[in-house]
């Protein structure tokens, strides 16, 4: 043999490599056949689902005051210190009241006066009352007369205020009829006209003067006319009302006249400024023309002032007039009070004003009571801001109070925040504190969002059902919220749970091509799971609702262990430890 394997050695090491191939090919067909398809299972089983959402903060007081006194003042004295605990109404300062306490006294003399008032008023009227009201009466009926003789000497005097005004009022007219169209600066053409072809290669704003001096001319002649005939036909005799519409009328043309004065004034002085801009010599006819305007516009405002006067003077004896006739009836009625005895209304309205002075004395007995500094609930005076000496102001804190009950304002971002309600129940742990949790429910979510570098949150406050005297305000705190909740309801192992094409399913085995390994938390199978279709519902971090396609005790698969890799895949979607498993089935896994 050894001399066969020297002389064919060549052909020996290829035979005895072809045998130990032959031999690991049998082998491992021989070893794939017995080491089947591992499956950890899990049975379809009803639970209760509880979906939370959690969220970090701080904890505060559930009501926080700053305590501004209601008015200002020096302190005279503080009652409490930091940390100090009071009870609603407690006295925390004082702030000197002296002005106050006047008030209050001066109120009590203010009630006191008036019922003296009521009882002597209740009291039957003596001589002396009558006498006074007798007299009271005669001195507004003398008053009357005095204003009614005052009128007839203010309508006296309007019509020899009109008389004056028509004294100058026609010269003025004929003297401004001649500036404007005479002949005095062109044989040609009315001086009206040439002031205003004089300049107006220069500025064609002329024209808009001449136009205006015209028309305004033309306006007062109008008013004019119909005035001074008014004027004649009415007499130092006519009626009151004749003589106030003649002032009246008067007025208003004088003052028309007034106008068309300034007018022409414009028009000449526009044309002197033109020329002498350009150091042309303006005609002195125009010098005359307007000295001979501004002793019209004297005139005229000096009509306009006393026409004015007058007229006011008539409405002011007119009114003395109304107002004595009010003295008289008042004066009347008192008299005829006095003789019918006391008037039970009187009485009533004595009555009304001593309420009154009661709550005057009230209101400063109350203002008093500000500059005492209380308590407005149960709680702990957190800060003093104040000592004695200092002044307070209303603006100004002097002290801040908290509440002993606590409260959680954790920060959710937008999706989380749609999904919390008022009133859910929510558990809390502190990281100042171990292995404390406390449970609460949701009091209040914020209505508008805060943003910060483009993200939106919102602060929600949760309520402690219990308080911990460990727990201070500013601690940090986790909060879970419970949005959702789903009792005894059919259940699976998220990791069970896998989707295609937009269909949730699940694998399970047949039971005759399985065999139980592990504790029943394996199996061996010599056929493949089927896919089964399935409805979700509710999920939370761990389970899935199943809604329908399976029923309690069906066995699904959550994990497929290969007998030739440690890989292991699942649609889990967060990691999940399976326990005992072999083949490398121990570790974490992710869904795909």
Known sequence: MLTFIKKHKRLFFIALIILIGGGYYFYSSINQKQAATRYAVAAVQKETIVVSITGTGQVSASNQVDIKPKVSGDVLSVAVADGQKVKQGALLATIDARDAQKAVRDAQAGLDSAKLALAKLEEPADQLSALQAENALSSAQESKQNSQDDLIKSYDDGFNTISNAFLDLPSVMSGLN???????????????DYYNDAVKNYDKKVTQYRDDAYNLYQTARAAYDKNFADYKAASRSSDNAAIESLINETYDTTKSIAEAVKSANNLI???????????????????????????YTGKTNTHLLNLLTIENTIQADKQAIINADRTISEKQASIAKLQAGTDALDIQTQELNIKQKENALLDAKEKLADYSIQAPFDGIVSKVDIK?????????????MITEQQIAEVSLNEV??????????????????????ITGKVLEIDTIGTVSQGVVSYTVKIGFDTQDQRVKPGMSVSAAIVTDVKADVLAVPNSAVKSQNGQNYVEILNPDDQIAIAGASQVEAIAAPKQQTIEIGLANDTSTEIVSGLKQGDNVVIQTISPTTTTTTSSSSSGLRIPGLTGGGGGNFRGN
């Open 178 to 192: 001649n500036i404007l169209f005479s002949y005095d600066l062109s044989q040609s053409q009315e001086n009206i």
């Open 269 to 295: 002085q526009f044309y002197e400024d033109q020329l002498t801009s350009r150091n042309l010599n303006p005609k002195a006819v125009a010098d005359t023309h307007l000295a001979s305007l501004n002793s």
């Open 388 to 400: 004695k000496g200092d002044s307070a102001s209303t603006g100004t804190a002097v002290a801040t």
């Open 416 to 437: 989380d925040a749609a999904k919390v309600k008022v009133g859910q129940k929510a558990t809390l742990t502190f990281d100042a504190v171990d292995n404390l949790s």
